[in-house]
C-alpha cells in the first residue's frame, strides 16, 4: 500500500500543469470498457489514467466482450481502446456503418494468433519457421502417445475447433491435443522450456509469456477469405482450408457524440498508441509478478512522461 501510495503521489505531481486540456470539453465522466482479459484492462487503463492527467474525469466499466458495442451505440460507454475485430457479432460493423461507433484507428498491437514453438527448436529443424520446415520435422514434436505424429497444443474444447479443422483439411502430420485452460498450456510451456524439449501449441500475442520465453511464429501462406474454397493460396496445391489462421485487427472505438462532447479527448485518444513490447512487459508485472494493475499502470506513467505526454498535447 505504501508503495501505491508513493507511486500515485509522483504520478499526481508529474500531471500538474496539464490538466487544461479538458477545460473547454465536458466535465461529464468518460465511461471506459473493460472486457474479460488483463491486456484489455492495461489499454483501458492507460487510456484513463491519460485522460486523467489531462484533467478528464473517467469511470471504468465492465462489459462484454460483444455486449458493449450495444452500449457504445447507445451513448451508454463512450470509450473502448482495445477492440479485437475477430469477434465482434453483427452489431458492431452495423453501428460503424450508421455511425453510432466511431473508429479512431489502430490501437498500435499487433495480434498474432497461431502456431507457436520454443526459439531454440530452430536449431533442431533447419528451416523454421517455415511450414514446410515444421511438417518435414514433425515427429521431433512427437509423445508417446501421438507418435508417428508431432503432438499439437491447441486451445481448450470450449474455445473453437481452428488448430484440428486446419490439420484435418490440410492433412498434416499432427495430433492435435485440447490443454486443458490457460493456465495449463502455459504451465506445459514452461516445463518444455525448462528442459529444452520440443513443443507446437496454438497461442496468442500480445500476452506476457513472450517477456518471459523466446518463442517463433510458424509461417503459414498468406491467409485470403477465399480459402476454403481455392485451393491456389495454401500450404498444397490441391487442398483447400490450409492457408492458416485469419489474424484480427485491434481498433480504438468511441461513441457517437465523443468527438462534439470532449474535443480535446478525441484528440487524445487519437494519438495514444499501445505497442506489443509495452503490453507484455506489464502484463508480465500483473499477471506473472502478481501485482496490482492500478500499481503497475501508475508506475508506467512516472515513468514514460516522454511518451504519454505528447498524447496529452495533441488535445490541446
Known sequence: MQQIS?????????????????????????????????GQHVSAHISGSVLQAAGYTV???????????????????????ETWGNNVGDIYPNSVANGDIVVLGSTGLEPTESWMYPSYMNAQCPGLPDVSALIACSQLFA?????????????????????????????????????????????????????????????WEPHWVHSE?????????????????????????????????????ISKIVSRDFETTWPGA???????????????????EIDFNKRE???VIAEWMVNNEATWKPWVAAGS
Not at 59 to 72: D, K, L, N, R, S
Not at 173 to 190: H, L, N, R
Not at 223 to 248: H, L, M, R, S, V
Open 59 to 81: 469511470e471504468y466499466v465492465t462489459a462484454g466482450a460483444v455486449p458493449q458495442f450495444a452500449a457504445i451505440a447507445q451513448g451508454n460507454l463512450h470509450l473502448q481502446p
Open 143 to 203: 509423445a508417446a502417445e501421438t507418435f508417428p505424429k508431432g503432438r499439437l497444443i491447441t486451445y481448450p474444447a470450449d474455445w473453437g475447433t481452428r488448430s484440428k479443422d486446419l490439420v484435418n483439411s490440410a492433412g498434416l502430420p499432427f495430433e492435435p491435443i485440447a490443454g486443458g485452460s490457460e493456465g495449463a498450456m502455459i504451465a506445459e510451456m514452461q516445463a518444455a522450456y525448462k528442459t529444452q524439449s520440443p513443443m507446437l501449441v496454438m497461442f
Open 266 to 284: 478525441f484528440k487524445i485518444i487519437e494519438a495514444l498508441s499501445i505497442d506489443n513490447a509495452m503490453q507484455n512487459s506489464l502484463l508480465l
Open 293 to 295: 494493475l492500478e500499481e
Open 213 to 249: 520465453m523466446d518463442f517463433d511464429w510458424v509461417q503459414f501462406p498468406g491467409y485470403t477469405e477465399d480459402c476454403d474454397t481455392n485451393p491456389e493460396p495454401g500450404i498444397y496445391p490441391d487442398k483447400t482450408g490450409d492457408c492458416g489462421f485469419k489474424q484480427a485487427n
Open 6 to 38: 508513493k507511486v500515485t503521489s509522483v504520478l499526481g505531481f508529474a500531471m500538474l500543469g496539464l490538466a487544461s486540456s479538458a477545460a473547454a470539453d465536458s466535465s461529464d465522466p468518460i465511461k471506459i470498457a473493460v472486457n474479460e482479459w488483463t
